[in-house]
């Protein structure tokens, strides 16, 4: 079964950084996409970042490009956000998420949510101006 648990979720002042680290059970993420999405009360759910695991292949929304940095630990089979130079507008219910590499699609379909089949529960990162 199965299963993906996000960790590291906190508060944070503007500017500041914070990392997520997503632990992967259930699966060995070969062949696999992983990403961070992120909810925002009374909004959609918005792409963060996409890996592709045990390749180089990344991709990034375009609110957080240049901040926000995705990496992949294979061993542990781990997924991390690292978050830097924070926002206010960066609070949200962050998710983990895993899903089937498709060669034939577009790398940056992977920011998208129907691209998933798998879910963590979340966890909340408030950021304070």
């Known amino acids: 079964q199965v299963r993906l648990e996000e960790s590291g979720g906190g508060s944070v002042q503007a500017g500041g950084s914070l990392t997520l680290t997503c632990t992967i059970s259930?699966?060995?993420?070969?062949?696999?996409?992983m990403a961070w999405f992120r909810q925002a009360p009374g909004k959609g759910r918005e792409g963060v970042a996409c890996?592709?695991?045990?390749?180089?292949?990344?991709a990034y929304g375009d609110s957080v490009k240049g901040r926000f940095k995705i990496t992949q630990d294979t061993v542990k089979n781990t997924v991390s956000l690292q978050m830097n130079n924070m926002k206010s507008e960066d609070t949200a219910m962050y998710y983990c998420a895993a899903g089937a590499f498709n060669p034939y699609s577009s790398f940056r379909n992977y920011l998208f949510a129907t691209s998933y089949s798998d879910w963590g529960q979340g966890t909340q990162v408030t950021v304070s101006s």
């Open positions: 259930g699966f060995a993420g070969s062949g696999k996409v």
């Open positions: 890996s592709y695991v045990g390749h180089d292949s990344v």
